[in-house]
């Protein structure tokens, strides 16, 4: 037990026996009467291993977990979410500080290994980048290879990936979906959470593309922000219900293409779905549903890795100009340093780093990319994006990529670089 929770005087050993038979007898009684007794001692204890190990106890009274109708997956709607959530919250106090906050990063990727003989590597390197940002700014990160609902397949796996995670971790308040494709290129840029209090899901998208074109390109479902809460498991059970384990499957399809005409294939997928609820159930849905258009929350590669090489020279000559922003610091305050740099960046900087690059439609697994797409340009791109955004990190170990496309380019910086 913690020295914390020990409590010392000196007495005689016959007191001491005593006071300890006398206390161990009224502890007996009092856990007999108040099963919660020692379940609320032992959180009280501030520190120390014992006390981190109850913490992370249920209390013996039940929660919504003991319910035998619960469902992780879509076969059974979940009821009255947000008062289950409050619920264990009132169980565990040490949880509930904070919690507007706390975000939970879920990704992941087939269970088979790749086709493309690089794809595995590509993957991995994504993971690290998404674990990277993760680590910097105090999310959590939940990576799954198994598939949970046998006909959601493609890009509607994730929903049921989502809405276990909503309920395995109810702690979260909000839930952010990463596409295995997407690179983040911006290490220093925080969620501005406070800007969503009134929202429960963040995706990008442009209304004029929405609302007036029509477009099912108008957003993009490869990244989003859904907040733990009725609203986002009444919506998904909607959104949902157009994927592959609907009998009405074929029927959305068809419904989803008469409505935006630039989508090119007959089958109903996740990001017309969605589009689908924003245009055509606004009244219900949209309120709720914030469109992102003021950072790269999601951006397009194509547009984007020609610039990085420019960008970064940039950003170097920024702080060639400013001393704080070379100093060297531990990893731990880098969201303080970055902050300082957002500042130098928003006065000096031609152009802004895009947070968030994602390379749909090149198929980094099965190597099988968008036609369009000329030669190697997939993959040179995502190698300049994942070592643009890794310089980021490396900057705080003493080293970096000298070159964004070179294998071997690792250089040890000198004390006041890029001085």
Same mark, same amino acid.
Request: aromatic share 14%; proline share 5%; with cysteine.
């Given at each position: 037990?913690?020295?914390?929770?020990?409590?010392?005087?000196?007495?005689?050993?016959?007191?001491?026996?005593?006071?300890?038979?006398?206390?161990?007898?009224?502890? @007996?009684?009092?856990?007999?009467?108040?099963?919660?007794?020692?379940?609320?001692?032992?959180?009280?204890?501030?520190?120390?291993?014992? +006390?981190?190990?109850? #913490?992370?106890?249920?209390?013996?009274?039940?929660?919504?977990?003991?319910?035998?109708?619960? +469902?992780?997956?879509?076969?059974?709607?979940?009821?009255?979410?947000?008062?289950?959530?409050?619920?264990?919250?009132?169980?565990?106090?040490?949880?509930?500080?904070?919690?507007?906050? #706390?975000?939970?990063?879920?990704?992941?990727?087939?269970?088979?290994?790749?086709?493309?003989?690089?794809?595995?590597?590509?993957?991995?390197?994504?993971?690290?980048?998404? %674990?990277?940002?993760? $680590?910097?700014? /105090?999310?959590?990160?939940?990576?799954?290879?198994?598939?949970?609902?046998?006909?959601?397949?493609?890009?509607?796996?994730?929903?049921?990936?989502?809405?276990?995670?909503?309920? @395995?971790?109810?702690?979260?308040?909000?839930?952010?979906?990463?596409?295995?494709?997407?690179?983040?290129?911006?290490?220093?840029?925080?969620?501005?959470?406070?800007?969503?209090?009134?929202?429960?899901? %963040?995706?990008? /998208?442009?209304?004029?593309?929405?609302?007036?074109?029509? =477009?099912?390109?108008?957003?993009?479902?490869?990244?989003?922000?859904?907040?733990?809460?009725?609203?986002?498991?009444?919506?998904?059970?909607?959104?949902?219900?157009?994927?592959?384990? =609907?009998?009405?499957?074929?029927?959305? /399809?068809?419904?989803?293409?008469?409505?935006?005409?630039?989508?090119?294939?007959?089958?109903?997928?996740?990001?017309?779905?969605?589009?689908?609820?924003?245009?055509?159930? =606004?009244?219900?849905?949209?309120? &709720?549903?914030?469109?992102?258009?003021?950072?790269?929350?999601?951006?397009?590669?194509?547009?984007? %890795?020609?610039?990085?090489?420019?960008?970064?020279?940039?950003?170097? @000559?920024?702080?060639?100009?400013? $001393?704080?922003?070379?100093? $060297?610091?531990?990893?731990? %305050?880098?969201?303080?340093?970055?902050?300082?740099?957002?500042?130098?960046?928003?006065?000096?900087?031609?152009?802004?780093?895009?947070?968030?690059?994602?390379?749909?439609?090149?198929?980094?697994?099965?190597?099988?990319?968008?036609?369009?797409?000329? /030669?190697? =340009?997939?993959?040179?791109?995502?190698?300049?994006?994942? &070592?643009?955004?890794?310089?980021?990190?490396?900057?705080?170990?003493?080293?970096?990529?000298?070159?964004?496309?070179?294998?071997?380019?690792?250089?040890?910086?000198?004390?006041?670089?890029?001085?």
């Amino acid at each position: 037990m913690p020295k914390s929770c020990i409590y010392r005087t000196k007495t005689s050993s016959f007191s001491i026996a005593v006071s300890t038979v006398a206390l161990v007898s009224l502890f @007996a009684l009092y856990s007999f009467l108040n099963p919660n007794f020692i379940y609320l001692t032992f959180q009280k204890c501030p520190s120390g291993a014992q +006390s981190a190990n109850m #913490r992370l106890q249920d209390p013996p009274s039940p929660t919504f977990y003991d319910d035998s109708t619960l +469902s992780y997956s879509f076969a059974r709607p979940i009821k009255n979410w947000d008062g289950k959530r409050k619920e264990w919250l009132q169980h565990h106090p040490s949880y509930a500080a904070g919690v507007s906050n #706390r975000v939970l990063l879920v990704t992941g990727s087939q269970p088979s290994p790749c086709k493309n003989p690089g794809g595995d590597h590509f993957l991995l390197r994504s993971f690290k980048n998404k %674990v990277d940002y993760c $680590r910097i700014h /105090g999310c959590e990160v939940f990576y799954n290879q198994a598939l949970l609902q046998r006909n959601m397949t493609s890009y509607w796996a994730k929903y049921p990936i989502i809405k276990a995670a909503m309920l @395995a971790h109810p702690e979260t308040e909000w839930i952010w979906w990463v596409d295995a494709d997407a690179v983040f290129t911006d290490m220093d840029f925080k969620l501005p959470l406070e800007r969503y209090e009134a929202h429960n899901l %963040v995706v990008n /998208g442009w209304p004029d593309m929405l609302f007036e074109k029509k =477009s099912w390109v108008g957003l993009n479902a490869g990244v989003f922000l859904i907040r733990n809460c009725q609203w986002s498991m009444d919506l998904m059970d909607v959104w949902a219900g157009m994927g592959p384990q =609907s009998p009405k499957y074929r029927y959305w /399809g068809k419904v989803q293409k008469s409505i935006f005409k630039d989508k090119t294939f007959p089958e109903s997928d996740d990001q017309t779905a969605l589009a689908y609820l924003i245009v055509k159930k =606004s009244r219900k849905w949209g309120d &709720k549903i914030y469109l992102e258009t003021e950072y790269s929350f999601h951006g397009y590669w194509l547009g984007i %890795v020609g610039t990085l090489d420019e960008l970064q020279e940039e950003q170097l @000559a920024i702080e060639r100009e400013v $001393r704080i922003l070379r100093r $060297r610091h531990a990893e731990k %305050v880098s969201e303080y340093y970055g902050a300082q740099r957002a500042q130098h960046v928003r006065r000096r900087a031609k152009s802004k780093i895009p947070f968030i690059t994602h390379f749909t439609g090149c198929q980094p697994c099965s190597g099988e990319h968008n036609p369009g797409y000329k /030669g190697d =340009s997939c993959t040179e791109g995502m190698e300049k994006a994942l &070592k643009f955004g890794d310089n980021q990190v490396l900057r705080n170990f003493g080293f970096m990529h000298s070159d964004l496309l070179e294998s071997s380019s690792i250089v040890s910086l000198p004390f006041d670089f890029p001085a």
